[in-house]
Nanobody
Framework: HVQLVESGGGSVQAGGSLRLACAIS???????IGWFRQTPGKEREGVAA???????SYADSVKGRFTISQGNAENTLYLQMNGLLEEDSAIYYC???????????????????WGQGTQVTVS
């Protein structure tokens, strides 16, 4: 059973930085891993994704501010968030597609495994 555990959330002032981490209990060389976020009353939206071939994708709202990366150990995913804005406040989730499921990297249906989420609050 694959488990994803996020860490690194917290409270920060606008303009500040946070780095989220996601530990994945098992990882395969195919597929895609990504970060999503959700605020009350809104749908969960894709923020950044990293495909196994190294391709990265970012939501327009975070381009130039957020960076997705993989740790030296393939089972760790990071999201470096700089220049945080109040509208970045949300619960952030990491997600893993370990089978190379077809579909947009920002489609929730692509991902079969999700973490429990970590709260990010920007004020």
């Amino acid at each position: 059973h694959v488990q994803l555990v996020e860490s690194g959330g917290g409270s920060v002032q606008a303009g500040g930085s946070l780095r989220l981490a996601c530990a994945i209990s098992d990882y395969y060389s195919t597929g895609c891993i990504g970060w999503f976020r959700q605020t009350p009353g809104k749908e969960r939206e894709g923020v950044a994704a990293l495909v196994s071939d190294g391709t990265t994708s970012y939501a327009d709202s975070v381009k130039g501010r957020f960076t997705i990366s993989q740790g030296n150990a393939e089972n760790t995913l990071y999201l470096q968030m700089n220049g945080l804005l109040e509208e970045d406040s949300a619960i952030y989730y990491c997600a893993a597609d370990l089978r190379g499921t077809p579909g947009s990297v920002f489609a929730r249906s692509k991902y079969g495994y999700w973490g429990q989420g970590t709260q990010v609050t920007v004020s």
